[in-house]
């Protein structure tokens, strides 16, 4: 029996570490849809900021048109002030003129407010573009490790799947069995060893004559908790103890 226990113990360590390493094919793939992403986001924030410079630059042509066209009737209300007579017309025209140019300084004042938002988004604009470059870089390296890794693992999960076969031809079909339905429900732990009455597992006491038994390792053991294949292993104390001997 103790044969079949240290093969079991050696099956479990494979299944461990084909789950670790089927873990790691899995997130590579993923990490680097996330990386992805990531740059993804940066792109949209530079495609944001130039969509934004272009309306405001817009906004600005637009005001500078309007400027344009009430300096022009501000031109010809001046120009007609040399030829009116009435003076009710000539404020009424004055008040005119006076309304336009008060007009025009809040434009100016808008057209400058355009020109400080544009000259701060092209800093940004500036700034996220470097931070893309570096990204981007950083992105490519980081592709080509996590590609690499997958293709370790992957290596590395058909040597394991190999060395699992190898194990499981020794092992008695029945106890392999019992084996598969305790992994399935324990999470992955179907095998624990018991150290000084207590299981690994479960951390709870096993009693006292299934650890005596245990010790003797000629019988297949569970524990009475968590239903885990149990095995032996001697404590630190004892360990001593036979070293001393």
Known sequence: MKGQMDLLVGLQDRDHALNQLRKEIELGPQRIEEIKRQVE?????????????????????????????????????KGRLLTI???????????????????????????????EEIEGLKQLLKEKGEDLSDRLEEFEDEKKTIETKVGQA???????????????????????????QIRKRSGGLAVVFVENTTCS????????????????????????????????????????GKMSE
């Open 41 to 77: 986001t940066l792109e949209e924030d530079l495609e944001a900021y130039n969509g934004r410079i272009q309306d405001i630059q817009k906004a600005q042509r637009e005001i500078e048109s309007e400027v344009e066209d009430s300096n022009e009737r501000i031109g010809k209300s």
């Open 85 to 115: 007579k009435s003076n009710k017309e000539y404020q009424a025209v004055l008040k005119e003129i006076e309304k336009g140019e008060k007009a025009n300084r809040e434009r100016e004042d808008k057209i400058l407010a355009c020109m």
């Open 154 to 180: 992957q290596e590395e999960l058909s040597e394991e799947e190999n060395r699992r076969a190898e194990i499981v031809t020794s092992i008695d079909s029945d106890l392999l069995k019992r084996y598969e």
């Open 201 to 240: 597992g479960c951390h709870l006491n096993i009693p006292p004559q299934m650890y005596n038994e245990l010790q003797r390792g000629d019988s297949l053991k569970f524990c009475p908790n968590c239903e885990r294949i149990i095995y032996w292993r001697a404590s630190d104390d004892v360990k001593k």
